[in-house]
């Protein structure tokens, strides 16, 4: 079992760049498969990136790849989510999520565990 904190989240301009991170607490986090979704009010969860047990493999959403990148950090037990260019349009509540499997699935579905969620609001 895992449990999972997000933080970083916060009220930005557009264009801004912004880090998100997740820590990790609880045994085996290397072998978690892990990603981030968003949920803006009034619309479902939507995947943005997820990355292997290694980190070796990384999966994004195609709306938004050019301006993601996910990374994880297994001694620290800890993952993160770069996003630049910042829209108000991505204005939502941010989760990290981890999955049991070795599956890189963007399906919310086949994760596990999910973090309380960050707020991220980007102004124009």
């Known amino acids: 079992q895992v449990q999972l904190v997000e933080s970083g989240g916060g009220l930005v301009q557009a264009g801004d760049s912004l880090r998100l991170s997740c820590a990790a607490s609880?045994?085996?986090?290397?072998?978690?498969?892990m990603a981030w979704f968003r949920q803006a009010p009034g619309t479902e969860r939507e995947f943005l990136a997820g990355?292997?047990?290694?980190?070796?493999?990384?999966i994004y959403s195609d709306s938004v790849k050019d301006r993601l990148l996910i990374t994880r950090d297994n001694h620290k037990k800890a993952v993160s989510l770069e996003m630049s260019s910042l829209k108000p349009e991505d204005t939502a509540v941010y989760y990290c999520?981890?999955?049991?499997?070795?599956?890189?699935?963007?399906?919310?579905?086949?994760?596990?565990?999910w973090g309380q969620g960050t707020q991220v609001t980007v102004s124009s």
């Open positions: 990355i292997n047990w290694n980190g070796a493999r990384t």
């Open positions: 999520a981890a999955a049991s499997t070795y599956d890189l699935s963007p399906s919310g579905t086949r994760y596990d565990y």
């Open positions: 609880g045994r085996d986090f290397y072998t978690y498969t």
